[in-house]
């Protein structure tokens, strides 16, 4: 059975390793698996992004609240992904998901909402 070319499908001849009909079709090929890849990592951040913002969200229903990590960790929320920081005078740096904030303190996060002071 002929091989067929992993860009246009079109039969391939020759060496059983070809994978493409032309150098055309091989570099689209790695073109459009690149902007894929691309496209996924972009999806996997935005999920965790809006997944971190409802949780923040969500236990800071008074505007500023002490939760344990593990609490929220629990729930899926994932500090590594925030979108901005606020450094206050005692050069404490908090992380922001959108409007919602927290702060590590050993084993708890402060959460905050975004104030329009801390945008200069
Ligand atoms: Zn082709």
Known sequence: MAKACLYCNKDLEGRVDK??????????????????SEDSLFQKIDRHL?????????YNKAGLATVRKEKLINNGF?????????????????????EYGFLDIKDKYVLVTWQKYMDR
Request: hydrophobic share 15%; aromatic share 22%; proline share 2%.
């Open 50 to 58: 809006k997944t971190n913002r409802r949780l923040l969200k969500e």
């Open 78 to 98: 994932n500090p590594t992904y925030f979108t901005h920081y606020w450094k206050n005078k005692e050069d404490k740096v908090y992380l922001f998901c959108y």
């Open 19 to 36: 994978k493409f009909c032309t150098s055309y079709c091989k570099s689209s090929y790695h073109y459009q698996k690149n902007k894929e």
